[in-house]
T-cell receptor, first 109, second 114 residues
Framework: GDSVTQMEGPVTLSEEAFLTINCTYT??????LFWYVQYPGEGLQLLLK?????DKGSNKGFEATYRKETTSFHLEKGSVQVSDSAVYFC????????FGKGTRLHILP | EAQVTQNPRYLITVTGKKLTVTCSQN?????MSWYRQDPGLGLRQIYY???????DKGDVPEGYKVSRKEKRNFPLILESPSPNQTSLYFC?????????????FGQGTRLTVV
């Protein structure tokens, strides 16, 4: 069945560092791909999405490119801030939504 | 404002005492689902509903029931809660099951069963 694998956390970085959180997927067909973010004490909210191969989703300085050839959707940000500390979930939507296990990100000032 | 509303946000209960967590959405979405979030396990789907009176099991349905009598509401019922159901629960809705746009999530319900 469909599945999402993302890098284990926690990830700890200093402010202004470069961030990459890896995500790969297995799916039949052509799913949409998403990154959701969960700030402490809150629900999940959509960070960015891509609906077809080579699409790049972007929001709040984060980017991810839908790579069909490598079945990947890695999340990147050039300069992280303390306020980016959260849990990040990679997900796919084909027939229902399937989430990765989440990656906790800590940004140190 | 488009939203999914869950209640209560926090609940502490005792083993075996029936409880219901409510979920309501105001977007006229057909597809609604319940997830539980546990450390190291991510989000796992409990039940989903593709429309009124249409519900089906997700990955971890044991110990839970749901109903979908109206399009906007999708309550989660624990008939006899046990400590292993202590978790953070989220309700979500999308326009339909195959929707390629985003899912909207409630704020979560943190349940503790003692």
């Amino acid at each position: 069945g469909d599945s999402v694998t993302q890098m284990e956390g926690p990830v700890t970085l200093s402010e202004e560092a470069f961030l990459t959180i890896n995500c790969t997927y297995t799916a039949t067909g052509y799913p949409s791909l998403f990154w959701y973010v969960q700030y402490p004490g809150e629900g999940l909210q959509l960070l960015l999405k891509a609906t077809k191969a080579d699409d790049k989703g972007s929001n709040k300085g984060f980017e991810a490119t839908y790579r069909k050839e490598t079945t990947s959707f890695h999340l990147e940000k050039g300069s992280v801030q303390v306020s980016d500390s959260a849990v990040y979930f990679c997900a796919l939507s084909g027939s229902g939504i399937i989430f990765g296990k989440g990656t906790r990100l800590h940004i140190l000032p | 404002e488009a939203q999914v509303t869950q209640n209560p946000r926090y609940l502490i209960t005792v083993t075996g005492k029936k409880l219901t967590v409510t979920c309501s959405q105001n977007m006229n979405h057909e597809y609604m689902s319940w997830y539980r979030q546990d450390p190291g396990l991510g989000l796992r789907q409990i039940y989903y509903s593709m429309n009124v009176e249409v519900t089906d099991k997700g990955d971890v349905p044991e110990g839970y029931k749901v109903s979908r009598k109206e399009k906007r509401n999708f309550p989660l019922i624990l008939e006899s809660p046990s400590p292993n159901q202590t978790s953070l629960y989220f309700c979500a809705s999308t326009r339909d099951r195959g929707d390629r746009t985003e899912a909207f999530f409630g704020q979560g319900t943190r349940l503790t069963v003692v």
